[in-house]
């Protein structure tokens, strides 16, 4: 019984969080969905495996900021092949009871805290890695759970 009691009190502090604001060039967390690199949604194949973020529009160098009230976590490395060196950029967030990543995003900080709306980073170049992409901020919760309702 006192595990259901703990999934409900997690589900409780979870339930009704929404992002704010991600990126300066898009207001409304628009999502990227279908271009010649793929599909944006949760769960889109990937290959062999699966999408386990959502996509939100984002465009080049564009200003990043903050969704809610959050703890910075350090940064994080994308990918481990030099050739997109230019895109290698993220950070671990925490806040309102959820624990995320941001990829692509060159941080201003990577520890402390911040308020909602306040700047956190930078859009890195998607473009440059993959022309013709529709550049996002990638959102990937830390237990890899889909953000989807989140937005």
């Known amino acids: ?5 703990v999934l409900l009190a997690v589900l409780w502090v979870c339930d009704g969080v929404k992002f704010g604001q991600l990126c300066s060039s898009n207001p409304s967390n628009s999502r990227r969905t279908s271009d010649r690199w793929g599909q944006g949604q949760y769960g889109a194949g990937r290959g062999t495996r699966l999408h386990q973020g959502l996509d939100i529009k984002c465009s080049d160098g564009a200003a990043v900021y903050a969704p809610f009230d959050v703890t910075l976590n350090g940064k994080l490395t994308v990918y481990t092949d030099p050739s997109k060196a230019a895109i290698n950029e993220g950070i671990n967030l925490s806040g309102q009871g959820l624990c995320f990543k941001l990829f692509y995003v060159r941080p201003d900080r990577t520890s402390g805290t911040v ?23 990638h959102v990937q919760m830390c237990d890899r759970s889909d953000p989807t309702p989140y937005f």
């Open 1 to 5: 019984m006192r595990h259901v009691v």
């Open 115 to 137: 308020r909602k709306g306040q700047r956190i980073g930078t859009m890195l170049p998607m473009q440059s890695v993959y022309p013709g992409i529709t550049s996002h901020i």
